[in-house]
């Protein structure tokens, strides 16, 4: 089992009445409420954050990308993974990752994440996600669509340029290069693993089994509906012959101290604020035409899992939000225990986990991330000791169990 | 009225065509919101034999899949007319139909006798942006839509199911339609998005000069969708395109006024 932590590098100061005053967090977001004073802090505060759960112990660090919101300040997380690049010795680092259908040509992804791949040494996780409607379809104005055939599109000419041995021609609808020459390629041959972060799309799931990426589950909705969507990807899964826990990644929030009280006055009002201000998006954004696949919205109808974030949502309570699963909070001890059963109920090999979330501040954040990387990560590695993980990076560090006997 | 299915391009796009009336044909393309058999083409059809197309990508349409732009869109309505042996016929556009028809008439205006365009996108001017359709809440829609908010056609629009927010029962019928509705609200805005995303323009004003037809530019005086100040923007680029502004009408001014905007077609027809 790996472990990592993820950060989202939020806008941690956004007004208490945000919630009243303002529809979204995404896309239409008020600039006035950007401070650069504030950004600038949370960048240099984000950075020390994924470096430290590098030196305490996390298996790897992961950033993602985020365009127009206060929600997650990394329009371009490669940024933040050349630091850590440098910044760290052995993790992986793990982009999740770099929306491939925004990039014309979506060769400069291929190139960005082969000079990372070199720096850090061949510790790089590259990310392919679609990208959520308010990124995707809103910030850079993509036709939802058409979304998916481009990041198909972008898919195949980013792996051919990594793994061919010979200049070639790229005849696309939507990308034309006479020559695909990529100086650098990647350090992992290869080419790096591919994780491949959805909300819950049958269109992502098949393409990951398909092509044998990494499928990461990455909602708020918590592990109780988390389970069925990975419920329905393995059913994806299994129907093709794959069943290596290792295929599959969760996201979970978590927050640890030593009893309710010191929870509560800790982690309360940081884990409202995540929730009913960071994931407070106006319903317009969430969901424009073609974005979902008819399929999709015809299982979503029925399971309702296919949201991102809590568009149209109301407000909850960190009781409510603990009740329901959307953050696991305890004692190290019941952490580990919530977290052993959600690994094995969701059958996933990479946890990533969320220390600093919302508005929690830097010693905060800092305190959490070394109780858990310390006092609950060593209780979870021992799990799926007879699968062998093919979804690491070459060169990061492996601290599980390496007596893998089953594929 | 009758519905049949006609194949364009060896069964590339199998498309649904209302056709009424007797007498000279007259083409209809409509809107954003789909295409019925309303009133005012049963009015149309007591002079003319109306053809009104429906695009691929909405109802039982196909072929959506094989249009990526305006572009296509235009050679696949020259290749269904070449279908239907049609020509020298007048072409009436409501909204996205109305943006179609101008393309249309642009790339063969031989081939049409008069244009009449309801409220049409296509245009973009800065000062005075065309509503965010894709965003836009259903009550705000609804207002948008129709003068009259309290229409039964104005309360369907501002109540109807919205995906994310619905929760159904398949194994009923309910919720079957439910579903289907939803299903096809989908896919026709997916449709509409080809032509209008992120932004309503795909360079109609470079072209807009040729249609040179008598033109009739009608909207509806309170649209809250395209606003009527884009009537004149329109009729300055075609040079034989007269205004007309409809009171107690909306966007969808071609159903809330078919009486007065058939007066205004068989008027155009006249000239």
């Not at chain 1, 993974?81 to 770099?98: F, K, Q």
């Not at chain 1, 101290?257 to 009913?276: C, G, I, S, V």
Request: net charge negative.
């Amino acid at each position: 089992m790996k472990i990592e932590m993820f950060h989202l590098c939020p806008y941690r100061d956004l007004p208490e009445d945000f919630r009243e005053k303002y529809r979204s967090v995404w896309v239409d977001v008020p600039r006035h409420l950007f401070d650069g004073e504030i950004a600038a802090r949370t960048y240099n505060q984000t950075l020390d954050e994924l470096k430290y759960a590098a030196e305490m112990g996390y298996d790897g660090i992961c950033v993602n990308e985020h365009h127009q919101n206060a929600y997650g300040l990394m329009p371009s997380p490669n940024i933040m993974a050349a630091i850590m690049s440098r910044e760290t010795e052995d993790v992986a680092i793990i982009v999740m990752g770099n929306s491939i259908a925004l990039y014309d040509p979506p060769i400069r992804v291929a190139e960005e994440f082969a000079m990372l791949d070199c720096i850090s040494g061949g510790r790089l996780v590259a990310g392919f996600p679609v990208g959520s409607a308010m990124d995707t379809a809103f910030g850079y104005g993509a036709n939802p669509a058409t979304l998916r055939e481009k990041y198909a599109e972008a898919e195949e000419l980013i792996l051919r340029a990594w793994e061919e041995d010979e200049v070639f021609s790229f005849d696309g609808k939507y990308t034309q290069l006479r020559y695909v020459n990529l100086w650098p390629r990647p350090l992992q041959k290869p080419r790096p693993p591919i994780w491949v972060p959805g909300a819950g799309s049958i269109e992502t799931w098949n393409n990951c089994i398909e092509k044998g990426h990494l499928y990461a589950y990455l909602s708020y909705s918590g592990f109780k509906r988390g389970k069925q969507v990975m419920d329905g990807f393995w059913k994806v899964a299994r129907a093709a012959g794959v069943d290596n826990p290792y295929h599959a990644g969760f996201l979970q929030l978590v927050c640890v101290a030593d009893n309710e009280q010191e929870l509560h006055d800790k982690y309360a009002a940081h884990t409202e604020y995540f929730f009913n201000k960071m994931l407070h998006i106006y319903p317009g954004f969430a969901d424009p035409p073609g974005y979902r696949t008819i399929d999709t919205i015809k299982a979503g109808l029925m399971a309702q899992t296919t949201s991102f974030g809590r568009a149209g949502e109301g407000e909850s309570t960190f009781d409510e939000l603990r009740e329901a699963g959307n953050v696991v909070a305890g004692t190290p001890q019941q952490v580990a225990n919530q977290l052993e059963q959600v690994i094995k109920d969701l059958r996933i090999g990479h946890l990533m986990i969320l220390n600093q979330f919302g508005s929690i501040p830097h010693e905060l954040a800092k305190e959490n991330i070394r109780r858990t990387a310390q006092e609950v990560v060593p209780q979870l590695r021992h799990l799926w000791p007879e699968y062998e993980d093919h979804w690491w990076p070459q060169n990061a560090i492996v601290r599980d169990s390496v007596e893998a006997t089953a594929d | 009225m009758n519905e049949r299915s006609i194949s364009v391009r060896n069964g590339r796009f199998e498309v649904d065509v209302l056709e009424g009336g007797s007498g000279d044909p007259l083409l209809f393309l409509h809107g954003v919101f789909g295409l019925e058999w309303t009133p005012l083409l049963e009015r149309l059809s007591l002079g003319h034999t109306v053809v009104a197309p429906r695009t691929p990508g909405f109802g039982e349409s196909t072929g959506t899949e094989n249009l990526d732009d305006i572009h296509d869109l235009v050679f696949f309505y020259l290749d269904l007319l070449d279908e239907l042996d049609l020509s020298h016929l007048p072409l009436v556009g409501h909204s996205l139909g109305g943006m179609f028809a101008a393309e249309l008439a642009a790339t063969q205006p031989e081939r049409f006798s008069h244009v009449a365009l309801a409220s049409p996108f296509g245009l973009w001017d800065n000062a005075d942006p065309v509503t965010d359709l894709f965003t836009i809440s259903l009550p705000d829609l609804a207002k948008a839509m129709y003068a009259n908010e309290k229409s039964e056609a104005a309360v369907a629009v501002a109540t109807a199911p919205q995906a994310r927010m619905t929760e159904v029962d398949p194994e009923t019928d309910e919720g079957q339609a439910t579903i289907n509705y939803l299903v096809e609200r989908a896919k026709s805005m997916s449709t509409a998005a080809k032509y209008l995303w992120p932004i309503p323009n795909r360079g109609l004003v470079k072209r807009l000069h040729r249609v040179r037809q008598p033109g009739l530019v009608i909207w509806g005086e309170s649209d809250g969708i395209v606003p009527p100040v884009y009537a004149e923007r329109f009729a300055a680029q075609m040079p034989n395109a007269v205004v007309h502004i409809v009171p107690d009408a909306a966007h969808m001014v071609v159903d809330e006024q078919p009486d007065h905007v058939a007066g205004l077609i068989e008027d155009l027809l006249a000239r």
